[in-house]
């Protein structure tokens, strides 16, 4: 695995983060540390987009955080699961696979 997707990583595990603090934080300086949070995630973001595509970072990013947000909703949060919130977390997944896919068909056919 190379390093710009370790930065993608870790840019999803800190959006995830920094989500939940939206949810918990009641003190000044719990906001103060989600901005902290915040700050450190966009700078992990920026340097995933240094050498990957931009358009598969962030879709990655907004897939993970999108789904791990319905599932702290669920599983920390006493929110429901149903039918159609599965059917779009597998589209969005299967969405992020196939920019992958043809993100690796456009990179070996520049080799060429």
């Given at each position: 695995m190379s390093?710009?997707?370790i930065y993608v990583a870790l840019t999803c595990a800190f959006e995830l983060v920094w989500v939940y603090g939206f949810s918990v934080a009641s003190q000044w300086w719990h906001w103060l540390l989600i901005i902290?949070?915040?700050l450190v995630d966009f700078h992990c973001?920026?340097?995933a987009?240094?050498?990957l595509p931009t358009g598969t970072v962030?879709?990655?990013f907004a897939a993970v955080g999108s789904v791990g947000?319905?599932?702290m909703d669920v599983f920390l949060f006493g929110g429901t699961m149903n039918t159609a919130k599965l059917f779009f977390i597998a589209l969005l997944v299967f969405g992020v696979i196939g920019l992958k896919l043809a993100d690796?068909?456009?990179e070996k056919g520049a080799e060429v």
């Open positions: 390093k710009s997707w902290g949070i915040i973001l920026a340097k987009c240094e050498k962030y879709a990655v947000t319905v599932l690796g068909k456009e």
